[in-house]
């Protein structure tokens, strides 16, 4: 019984009794779910427009084309605008059967075993699937952004779809680690309920711990590799004083970047292992 009660403690005090942010995040996790996975990729766009001003549209004002920045700025607000509103479609559509549980719970209406599953499933993939959404839209802009632009040299095309892609890669990762922490550390342990775990679970968890490795080292490589990609490019630019500033202040974000992955990290990391605590105490099988 005592490490039963060590763990019901443990529960107790990381839980939302103690902790107003987290009623906030179980009462309203759309829209804080939604902040924490479009906040960095906002941040990207905004770069990668300024950056690409300065690397295709300059030149390409050098070059006699006089509409080159209403062009890009256009097309650049159209494309943003459309895979920014389609994200947040699929966001939605992705978050609300967590969303339509967690209420359920809270009005005390019987859930179906079946159902708990699903949705305790849906909380450790949802940081994953949210980051394949937005690396995917980065992906898939990479080749559009030309093809709409028109009037660009061939290393433009090749810049804007290696650079959009790395981006979006590197991007996504926080996405993934701050969705994660939020589902391990609030929105799972609601539907954790006594007869309605199993050992599939603990694999799920599993998954997760192994997951949580490979998004740490995108966020501490991918950064310095979109640095080496920009100054490749920015050299071939007549003034690359500007692009040099603005890799410059990748660098310092992508530090900064990486030391909150590792903070997510190791909260994540303390999370499982709390979880997996839990679903033992609840019937599954504990693994080592």
């Given at each position: 019984?005592r490490?039963?009660?060590?763990?019901?403690?443990?529960?107790f005090?990381?839980?939302?009794?103690?902790?107003?942010?987290q009623?906030?995040?179980?009462?309203?996790?759309?829209a804080?779910?939604?902040v924490?996975?479009?906040?960095?990729?906002?941040?990207?766009?905004l770069?990668?427009?300024?950056?690409?001003?300065?690397?295709?549209?300059h030149?390409?004002?050098?070059?006699?084309?006089?509409?080159?920045?209403?062009?890009?700025?256009?097309?650049?607000?159209?494309?943003?605008?459309?895979?920014?509103?389609?994200?947040?479609?699929?966001?939605?559509?992705?978050?609300?059967?967590i969303?339509?549980?967690?209420?359920?719970?809270?009005?005390?209406?019987?859930v179906?075993?079946?159902?708990?599953?699903?949705?305790?499933?849906?909380?450790?993939?949802?940081?994953?699937?949210?980051?394949?959404?937005?690396?995917?839209?980065?992906?898939?802009?990479?080749?559009?952004?030309?093809?709409?632009?028109?009037?660009?040299?061939?290393?433009?095309?090749v810049?804007?779809?290696?650079?959009?892609?790395?981006?979006?890669?590197?991007?996504?990762?926080?996405p993934?680690?701050?969705?994660?922490?939020?589902?391990?550390?609030?929105?799972?342990?609601?539907?954790?309920?006594?007869?309605?775990?199993?050992?599939?679970?603990?694999?799920?968890?599993?998954?997760?711990g192994?997951?949580?490795?490979?998004?740490?080292?995108?966020?501490?490589?991918?950064?310095?590799l979109?640095?080496?990609?920009?100054?490749?490019l920015?050299?071939?630019?007549?003034s690359?004083?500007?692009?040099?500033?603005?890799?410059?202040?990748?660098?310092?974000?992508?530090m900064?970047?990486?030391?909150?992955?590792?903070?997510?990290?190791?909260?994540?990391?303390?999370?499982l292992?709390?979880?997996?605590?839990?679903?033992?105490?609840?019937?599954?099988?504990?693994?080592?």
């Amino acid at each position: 019984t005592r490490p039963l009660h060590q763990l019901a403690q443990q529960l107790f005090d990381s839980g939302p009794e103690n902790h107003r942010w987290q009623q906030l995040v179980l009462k309203y996790p759309i829209a804080l779910l939604l902040v924490v996975s479009l906040m960095p990729h906002m941040l990207a766009a905004l770069f990668n427009y300024i950056f690409n001003w300065h690397v295709i549209v300059h030149p390409m004002q050098i070059r006699g084309i006089e509409q080159a920045e209403m062009i890009f700025s256009m097309f650049a607000i159209s494309v943003n605008t459309v895979f920014f509103m389609l994200g947040i479609v699929i966001f939605v559509h992705l978050v609300r059967p967590i969303t339509k549980g967690l209420k359920g719970l809270e009005d005390d209406l019987p859930v179906p075993i079946d159902a708990l599953v699903d949705l305790r499933k849906r909380c450790l993939y949802l940081g994953r699937s949210i980051a394949l959404i937005g690396l995917t839209m980065w992906i898939v802009a990479g080749p559009v952004y030309p093809i709409l632009i028109g009037a660009l040299e061939i290393r433009d095309y090749v810049f804007f779809i290696f650079s959009l892609a790395i981006s979006g890669l590197a991007v996504s990762t926080y996405p993934f680690l701050m969705v994660t922490w939020l589902c391990t550390h609030v929105l799972y342990r609601p539907f954790v309920v006594p007869g309605s775990v199993s050992d599939f679970d603990v694999r799920l968890l599993a998954q997760v711990g192994l997951w949580k490795w490979v998004y740490l080292l995108l966020a501490g490589a991918l950064p310095m590799l979109v640095i080496s990609l920009g100054f490749i490019l920015g050299s071939l630019h007549s003034s690359p004083q500007s692009v040099n500033v603005l890799l410059g202040l990748v660098g310092l974000g992508g530090m900064a970047g990486f030391l909150m992955a590792l903070l997510l990290f190791k909260a994540i990391q303390k999370d499982l292992e709390l979880l997996r605590q839990l679903l033992w105490a609840c019937g599954a099988k504990q693994f080592s």
